[in-house]
């Protein structure tokens, strides 16, 4: 080892990081010594596993080859069925992914102060690691009580949602937040559940299977057809966000001469081959929407005999309740024959022309669907009418005016979708992060079901075990139930909240009462907890549709956080990647990142926010390191995701919560067993529970739960009755805390007897056909008989009526009216308690509509335009001169979400954000092709590099996500976090107003301003500048001290193109 | 002021004049400011300081402070960080105890004044100096008593209460179900929670947790004058 001068000055101030550069790359830290060349021998074998890709939610199949227990080669999987053997850059990238200077492989703990401009780090062991954040939160709780500790997480990356979502409640606190969830895929997967119970139109989610089926030779082999002729990407760009899986798919179908219809302002690639492309201004879909509405309406190309009897367009409303008329509230003593769970509305018949009860499943009426007139002294109309008068405004005309796209090319669109036989629409992430949020998915989700769109070969919205429907089970099947809190409504089953649409009042109060409502231990005085957890939870009372994921809302927990009010979040758990590349208006996170006490962070890289602000980092497997890591699947095909390499102490993300909340908890309990009290948010003070569980209190006894509502401190509740122990509930859900646990009941599923069995013998437990891919094992493959099914509303329920849908009416709710009830009280989330109503300013009021009808102080039920609060168009409210060009942003194929900036050759091909622009916009800014160039919205400013291309309007921007983790490398002599410098998410709006029922504030559809700019400091753009990032034999924790840590059980990286002569890239040490 | 451009194109600022006592005393404050788990040990730290220390003095002070017991770092560390923000001066001294002229490192090696080292002291600056009167606990809490006025007679009965070591049990059901939570609802009308009133006398310097919620000594003297004043 030969050791490199250094004085003694320079070694204390080494020393407190030298922990660190063990733990860390060696790009983040200093220098000791120099270490040995060294190097593996020559590999002597190469082994392939099957795995699945992690780059992005979409999970290609793939094989991975390895060397030395190095990775070497990834490549697509030939039996995968949509894929189909490709693989796409961030999928090929993982190798810059796995082996990333930017890699924690240690426990680290901050040895500095917050910040990046002097991050230190200090390694510590697993055991100190849990220590020091079981201390941190249950310390806090001690102090300011359950209500203190919070948690987040994301989607890129670390896929943590369930622990994520279940750390606070086991806890006693109500707090969780995504940057996505509700800027990303909650609304669109709640709105499509509210209106027919089932899966929605997400493409980039796997929602969105049909289209691909029959795409694989060997499936279509098995005779499995491709059915989908005619698809509407509005908004999704799967040859970008999804490039091998759903991109590829969609080359396939446009190869099989599927038509398609593209609504994006950006030019994809997908806009590029579309049929037709509606390149329609940022945030003005709703226009667009109405505007197929009306034309669909007016020209009678809707599926009539679908919308009478399948959807809720022929029920009379109530103008005043904004819900539909039951057959009892106009027809004193009227008698139903359906069950009580299916409900009889009423309708205008056309046989009698007389308003008549409209029973589920009845054939004697024949039902208006259009229709208005008085009903019990009001005005009323069917909700078919509503949706009619709604749209009446929206001419294309008058859609061509407000969404930049001429009349003629809209009308060519709706005719190729309408006049199909069969089509689709695939809903994309835009609406999500705009203030129409929940409008755009119900008009998108409303436009297949008046179509008849609906559990049909080729369409987006049918129902498989692949989707929301799950395996047929045997027998006639029941009458279909929806419940909703928590993915699939999970939280209904383990904690007892929620109310069931589609069993009835009197079923939902059963389930209640019974002991335990639900499987979680505790009975009545844990459910009252969990009911109160919902109704305390930050910004609820006004965007109810955030329960569906059991999220928070993100600016009330950020307003808290600074203020304090209603109660302080000060703990911090966050289970993901870069929230200040993520969340809304970074800055104003920043600006309150001093007010939190400890932030504990677990992923596989140090970013911005772990640089900036995390106290302690658990370091986390990257994908093909951990088992099971994805499990989505790919349609009826199944691969294991086996842990094939390990660096460091890395673990699974589900070690480190469960670990921390087992630690955390014996700590709390142990204080309540000693005497001292515990604060729960949702009850007061609590004493010496020790591990019981919590004592047992009736509803009916307690006043206030029979009328408070939102009381959290008026409950008046005796804390005696609530003798409650952490973990609360049933715990953190998700995963294990022992990996050896994960890998073996992966390896199980598989048919394997053993992990090493399963890893031994790839052939037979990792690959999904055997031997002349004629007998696929059903352990991978469903049979595509009992897979791909269709019209399954059609079937005989066990009651003997048709089986329907899992809404209310039991149809498909185009007019949806699960959210006016939400609206009012929190239904179906809250209950048996019910959350307060929405304010008086929550809701739109529908303007140029004839005649005039209002939603204020309720969630509209149907699509409606609302103009962005930063408008481009003169005269508009929120029209600022200062701002004149609107922007919006999208991905790119490099990376999903904030993952793979770190990755070398991605970064190579696209250092800096692009923002693209028309040639004349530049040209009257005075910019050229690749200038620098800053953008300023009313929140900052950031800067990009010009991109022209004449596919852009000259009104509009378009931009991706970004930040630069270069600015901390160690090379810097300024490091700064990497997110100030060409970060969107520094522009972006993150205040009022908000979407209605979700809460989605503004990152797309906004308006800036654009001048010239200059490269920032410290960004890297040059290939050469970017040999930082590069996997090299020196960029593991392996430094000087290497054999002093077992070096042998960790391999050195090497790659068949690695040159030992080069000069080590990995800091020099 | 003008900015340089550098021949590959990036943005470079040009060398900025010493910073006023304003603004060393504002970044000062962002650091101290920086992490509430370390807020009161730098203002007592920096208050500490004011006399010139040791290095082990104030480690050993920085260590038996209450709220030492929650911090994330060593008291070296957060003896640095206001070293490093520009709060206290770093003094050498000699193996005499003397501080060390620059003119005796004049012309020396590293590892030669690094001999000439044989321990540090610490001494507020004026920017500290002028931060631990902004922090005072008594301006603190006299802003805090004045910004919501509802809640000013919570504040003193539960700085009275804190005269006597209480958990956060005791307090909260103190205060659970009284007017004054409603007062201070959210924007969803909900009314706070009991423990507002603890974080907001933590950040002002009023109480301090050692086992339980107490009273610090400047909460303690100004509780006594508000209560003498209103006897008067």
């Known amino acids: 080892m030969q050791k490199v001068t250094m004085t003694r000055r320079s070694f204390v101030k080494s020393a407190t990081v030298a922990g660190a550069a063990l733990a860390l790359s060696t790009r983040l830290t200093g220098s000791l010594v120099e270490a040995d060349q060294a190097w593996a021998a020559t590999p002597t074998d190469r082994k392939m596993y099957v795995s699945i890709c992690h780059g992005c939610i979409q999970a290609c199949p ?360 069969v089509a689709g629409i695939a809903n994309g992430v835009p609406s999500d992060m705009q203030q129409i949020a929940s409008q755009v998915p119900l008009g998108c989700c409303g436009l297949d079901m008046i179509m008849g769109y609906v559990n049909k070969p080729g369409a987006t919205l049918t129902q498989n075990p692949g989707g929301m ?143 900036e602000t995390a106290d302690l980092v658990f370091p986390l497997e990257e994908w093909l390191e951990a088992t099971g890591a994805s499990e989505f699947g790919q349609l009826n095909y199944r691969f294991p995701s086996p842990g094939i390499v390990h660096l460091g102490e890395t673990v699974p993300n589900s070690v480190p919560p469960q670990k921390v909340v087992n630690a955390a908890s014996k700590k709390l309990n142990d204080a309540l067993a000693a005497g001292r009290q515990i604060v729960f948010g949702a009850t007061g003070a609590v004493t010496g529970a020790g591990p019981a569980t919590p004592s047992q209190s009736s509803t009916a006894k307690d006043d206030e739960l029979q009328t408070s509502k939102n009381a959290t401190v008026y409950h008046g509740n005796d804390p005696a009755q609530f003798e409650l122990s952490f973990p609360f509930g049933m715990g953190l859900m998700g995963g294990s805390q022992e990996e050896s646990v994960i890998q073996q009941t992966h390896a199980a599923s598989f048919g394997a007897p053993s992990y090493q069995a399963f890893m031994d013998d790839v052939g037979t437990y990792q690959e999904p056909f055997g031997a002349g891919y004629d007998t696929p094992n059903p352990l991978f493959v469903t049979d595509p008989k009992a897979y791909w099914v269709y019209g399954q509303h059609l079937e005989t329920a066990a009651d003997g009526l048709p089986v329907g849908f899992g809404t209310e009416s039991r149809k498909c709710e185009v007019y949806c009216t699960l959210l006016v009830k939400m609206a009012k009280d929190g239904h179906p989330y809250c209950y048996p308690r019910a959350q307060e109503p929405v304010d008086i300013s929550i809701g739109q009021e529908i303007k140029d509509q004839n005649p005039s009808y209002e939603y204020v102080g309720t969630y509209s039920p149907i699509c409606q335009h609302i103009e962005p609060i930063e408008s481009p168009i003169e005269g508009e409210l929120g029209y600022d001169p200062e701002y004149p060009l609107v922007i919006t942003s999208g991905r790119v194929y490099y990376f999903h979400h904030g993952t793979m900036r770190h990755a070398a050759f991605a970064r190579e091909l696209y250092p800096v954000p692009d923002v693209r622009m028309h040639p004349k916009t530049a040209e009257k800014y005075g910019l050229k092709h690749m200038d620098w160039v800053e953008v300023t919205s009313r929140r900052g400013t950031i800067t990009g590099r010009v991109y022209t291309h004449a596919g852009m309007h000259e009104g509009v921007l378009w931009m991706e996500r970004f930040w630069n983790p270069e600015c901390f490398d160690s090379s810097q002599s300024h490091k700064t976090g990497g997110w100030r410098e060409c970060n969107i998410n520094v522009i972006t709006k993150n205040t009022a107003p908000y979407n209605e029922v979700f809460g989605s504030y503004t990152n797309r559809g906004f308006t800036v301003n654009i001048k010239p700019g200059k490269r920032p400091e410290g960004i890297w753009v040059q290939p050469k500048e970017f040999e930082p990032f590069l996997p090299t034999q020196n960029n593991q924790y392996v430094d000087g001290l290497g054999s002093a840590l077992k070096l042998e059980q960790t391999p050195i990286v090497k790659f068949s193109d690695w040159d030992p002569n080069a000069a080590p890239m990995g800091g020099g040490l | 002021m003008m900015e340089a451009s550098q021949a590959d194109g990036t943005s470079s600022a040009a060398p900025k004049p010493p910073a006023g006592l304003e603004e060393r005393t504002s970044r000062l404050n962002k650091v101290v400011n920086r992490n509430p788990t370390h807020r009161e040990i730098h203002y007592k730290t920096l208050r500490y300081c004011l006399t010139q220390r040791l290095e082990h003095e104030v480690e050993e002070h920085i260590a038996s402070f209450p709220e030492f017991g929650y911090a994330s770092q060593s008291p070296y560390h957060l003896l640095s960080f206001l070293v490093e923000s ?144 209103k006897e008067d």
């Open chain 1, 62 to 421: 793939c094989r991975v080859y390895v060397e030395d227990n190095i990775a070497v080669k990834i490549e697509g999987h030939p039996l995968a069925p949509t894929n189909l053997g490709s693989l796409c850059l961030k999928g090929l990238n993982q190798l810059h992914t796995m082996y990333s200077p930017r890699r924690v492989l240690y426990p680290l703990k901050r040895a500095g102060d917050r910040g990046a401009e002097n991050a230190k780090w200090e390694r510590i062991s697993w055991d100190d690691a849990i220590e020091l954040a079981a201390s941190k939160i249950a310390d806090a709780i001690e102090k300011y009580g359950t209500y203190s500790f919070f948690a987040s997480v994301g989607g890129g990356g670390a896929y943590s949602f369930m622990q994520a979502m279940t750390i606070p409640m086991a806890f006693g606190s109500p707090t969780v937040f995504e940057p996505g969830c509700a800027q990303c895929y909650l609304p669109r997967f709640s709105i499509a559940n509210y209106m027919y119970g089932g899966s929605d139109q997400s493409i980039a989610d796997c929602a969105v299977l049909e289209p691909f089926k029959g795409l694989s030779p060997y499936e279509a082999a098995r005779g499995v057809s491709q059915d989908t002729k005619v698809i509407v990407l509005w908004g999704a760009q799967p040859s970008v966000s999804q490039t091998a899986q759903s991109g590829r798919g969609m080359a396939e179908l446009r190869a099989k001469g599927c038509k398609t219809i593209v609504v994006d302002p950006n030019m994809s690639p997908d806009a590029v081959k579309a049929t037709v492309w509606l390149r329609v201004r940022p945030a003005t879909d709703g226009a667009l929407i109405l505007a197929w509405y009306r034309y669909i309406f007016e020209k009678k190309l809707y599926d009539e005999q679908f919308v009478k009897t399948w959807t809720n367009l022929p029920f009379v409303v109530d103008p005043d309740t904004h819900l539909p008329l039951y057959a009892r509230e106009v027809f004193p003593g009227y008698q139903q024959s359906t069950p009580a769970n299916t409900p009889a509305y009423v309708c205008f018949d056309l046989n009698t022309n007389a308003l008549q009860p409209l029973e589920y499943g009845s054939t004697s009426v024949n039902p208006e669907v259009f229709w208005k007139g008085e009903v019990n002294g009001k005005q009323c109309r069917t909700a078919g009418q509503i949706y009619k008068d709604t749209a009446e405004p929206y001419t294309l005309q008058k859609a061509a005016e407000i969404c930049w796209v001429p009349e003629e090319t809209i009308e060519e669109a709706i005719k190729i979708y309408a006049e199909a036989p």
């Open chain 1, 469 to 611: 429907g799950g395996p047929a089970l045997p027998g006639p099947p029941p009458r279909p139930t929806t419940s909703f809190n928590g993915f699939g409504g999970m939280f209904n089953m383990v904690y007892g909240i929620g109310y069931v649409v589609g069993a009835t009042e009197e079923e939902n109060a059963a389930r209640i009462a019974a002991q335990p409502p639900g499987m979680m231990p505790g009975g009545q005085g844990a459910l009252y907890v969990m009911n109160q957890l919902l109704l305390d939870r930050l910004g609820m009372k006004n965007h109810k549709g955030l329960y569906q994921w059991a999220h928070s809302h993100i600016p009330s927990v950020l307003e808290a956080i600074k203020t304090g009010i209603p109660y302080k979040p000060r703990v911090w758990y966050d289970m993901s990647g870069n929230k200040l590349a993520m969340l809304g208006n970074a800055g104003s996170w920043y600006d309150a990142f001093k007010e939190v006490d400890f932030c504990i962070c677990q992923y596989p890289m140090l970013t911005s926010f772990q640089v």
């Open chain 2, 86 to 229: 520009g709060g206290i001066d770093v003094i050498e001294l000699d193996h005499d105890g003397l501080p060390i002229a620059p003119e005796r490192v004049s012309g020396l090696s590293e590892d030669e004044h690094d001999d000439l080292v044989a321990q540090y002291s610490y001494k507020t600056n004026d920017a500290g100096e002028r931060l631990v009167e902004q922090m005072s606990p008594k301006n603190r809490l006299e802003e805090l008593l004045g910004i919501v006025p509802d809640y000013y007679e919570t504040y003193i009965e539960v700085l009275g209460f804190l005269q006597e070591r209480h958990d956060l049990g005791s307090i909260d059901t103190l205060l659970r179900g009284r007017d004054v939570l409603m007062a201070g609802r959210d924007p969803d009308d909900r009314p706070i929670q009991p423990s507002v009133f603890i974080d907001k006398l933590e950040k002002a310097g009023g109480i301090y947790w050692e086992n339980g919620w107490l009273i610090t000594s400047e909460g303690k003297e100004l509780l006594d004058t508000l209560r003498e004043k």
